[in-house]
């Protein structure tokens, strides 16, 4: 299937221009490295004839958006296991709407989560088994993909990571073109470090891989002023959509980088966009500090 994912140069501040994979204009839903991931994962799913896709995940995780989008557009039932106590927003309000059923578990049983899906679908043949995130070997060969659809060859490709299979796709791409590029990968929880570990049981050979541990801002879904006040500078000055939780840190690590002259001088930067942009819609209370509409 054709996908629609150009790279667009952009220009921020002084810095020197550089080139983004547009991996979030994929589609609005199935975002960014989430329709890489399940790319290989449905086609398993179609050749073992399962029609039920079960997956798992927090109650603002874009990939369960994605399932629950790819699930109503290729015509399989999704069911996904949230974790917590039961909430209503914006991301699970489209996962239902597109036909997703949501089950609430607390976060002592969802940590085991073959167990939960033993328990609930022991006896549905037709149920697929997705981890959370869509981490798998599938989801590597899906991002390794990225580099084939690349222009010219990089000095340096640059992502976020949550799980780290996104990243560990990337640096399987380039170790199978025998390219010189380099991959500098953002983690945006703390602790980042365990990440390069999870990268490495996809992809052993990590030469050309550099892990950036310092740009979590508190952790998972944390933020700081400052990283917001980057966030609606880098928007407002590029036109490009970023979100709180994954490409504002990404893009906030590679200008920081830049400013503190850790960057080789006219490298040539490839950045992909991930996408994940409905993760725009928690988190508001942080673009309306009023102290901050006061001052503006
Ligand atoms: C899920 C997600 C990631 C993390 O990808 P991993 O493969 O888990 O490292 C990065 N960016 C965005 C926008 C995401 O939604």
Not at 95 to 113: A, N, P, S, T, V
Not at 121 to 128: E, G, H, I, V
Not at 134 to 149: L, P
Request: aromatic fraction near 12%; include cysteine.
């Amino acid at each position: 299937m054709h996908i629609y994912s150009p790279v667009h140069i952009i220009q921020y501040e002084g810095f020197p221009a550089i080139s983004v994979k547009r991996d979030d204009l994929i589609d609005p839903y199935i975002s960014g490295n989430k329709w890489r991931k399940l790319k290989y994962i449905l086609q398993d799913a179609a050749a073992k004839r399962k029609s039920h896709l079960v997956t798992f995940g927090g109650a603002y995780s874009n990939h369960m958006l994605a399932t629950a989008a790819a699930a109503a557009r290729f015509g399989y039932k999704a069911t996904a296991f949230v974790r917590g106590e039961e909430v209503e927003n914006e991301m699970l309000l489209l996962c239902k709407l597109f036909g997703m059923k949501l089950q609430f578990i607390d976060r002592e049983h969802y940590l085991d989560k073959k167990a939960l899906f033993d328990n609930y679908f022991k006896n549905d043949l037709s149920a697929y088994f997705i981890d959370e995130g869509g981490a798998s070997e599938q989801a590597v060969r899906g991002c390794a993909e990225i580099i084939d659809e690349l222009p010219e060859t990089y000095d340096y490709i640059f992502c976020a990571a949550g799980t780290g299979t996104t990243a560990a796709g990337l640096l399987r791409g380039v170790n199978q073109k025998g390219l010189d590029t380099l991959i500098h990968v953002v983690p945006v929880l703390k602790g980042g470090q365990f990440i390069e570990r999870e990268i490495e049981k996809y992809e052993p050979e990590k030469n050309r891989l550099f892990m950036h541990t310092d740009y979590h801002f508190g952790g998972y879904a944390k933020t700081q002023p400052v990283l917001i006040a980057f966030m609606k500078d880098f928007i407002a000055k590029t036109g490009l959509l970023i979100d709180q939780v994954y490409t504002a840190k990404l893009f906030y690590a590679i200008y920081d980088l830049a400013a503190k002259k850790r960057l080789k001088e006219h490298a040539k930067i490839m950045v992909l966009h991930s996408g994940g942009l409905m993760g725009l819609l928690g988190h508001k209370e942080k673009f309306f500090n009023p102290t901050e509409v006061i001052n503006t």
